[in-house]
């Protein structure tokens, strides 16, 4: 997909990708090619996620959401100008985490959430730093501050059998699985 970014979103990056290849594969392992489900992405920026996922998938439902005003305008405008349009476009919400979602229950919660730990964003590549919004990289003094969130909320939020997909910053993984 061709999308466009702004200064308040992250450039999506390949290791994204990975992402919406797992949700695709479990979608297809649950439902077949006829597809169904419910998908939950929690801080959409771009819409990336969300629209490669309502692109290439068939799901019964997307929600889209994001702390962002600014994000989801983006996420709108690139919906709005995808062509051909998917079979089914996502709702894009504002509000933080789960917030945006009460009450509702998902087969799939999925995310690229802020990772990067306080003491390390001095650090970061300038091409990051400079150019990626800092609310959307900054994960707490540990880099976990989202990903506890996002694991410790799901729980309410998730079907009995569903997935739970996030991007995690390599150097959490053991401390992210330990988490969840």
Do not use: K
Not at 5 to 18: Q, S
């Amino acid at each position: 997909l061709d999308l466009a970014v702004a200064a308040g979103v992250l450039i999506p990056r390949p290791e994204t990708e990975g992402l919406v290849e797992l949700v695709l594969r479990f979608a297809e392992d649950q439902w077949g090619p006829q597809g169904s489900g419910r998908v939950l992405e929690i801080g959409t920026g771009s819409g990336c996620i969300a629209l490669s996922l309502a692109f290439e998938g068939r799901f019964a439902r997307i929600v889209a959401t994001d702390i962002s005003p600014e994000a989801l305008a983006v996420a709108r405008a690139n919906a709005a100008a995808l062509a051909p349009a998917p079979p089914l476009l996502p709702e894009f919400r504002l509000g933080s985490l789960f917030e945006p979602a009460a009450g509702e229950r998902f087969d799939v919660i999925v995310s690229n959430p802020p990772y990067i730990a306080e003491p390390e964003y001095a650090g970061l590549d300038a091409g990051v730093r400079d150019f990626e919004p800092r609310m959307a990289l900054l994960g707490g003094p540990d880099g976990l501050w989202h990903t506890r969130a996002i694991l410790q909320g799901a729980g309410d939020h998730l079907t009995p059998g569903g997935l739970v997909v996030l991007e995690v910053d390599s150097r959490r993984g053991a401390a992210s699985a330990d988490i969840a």
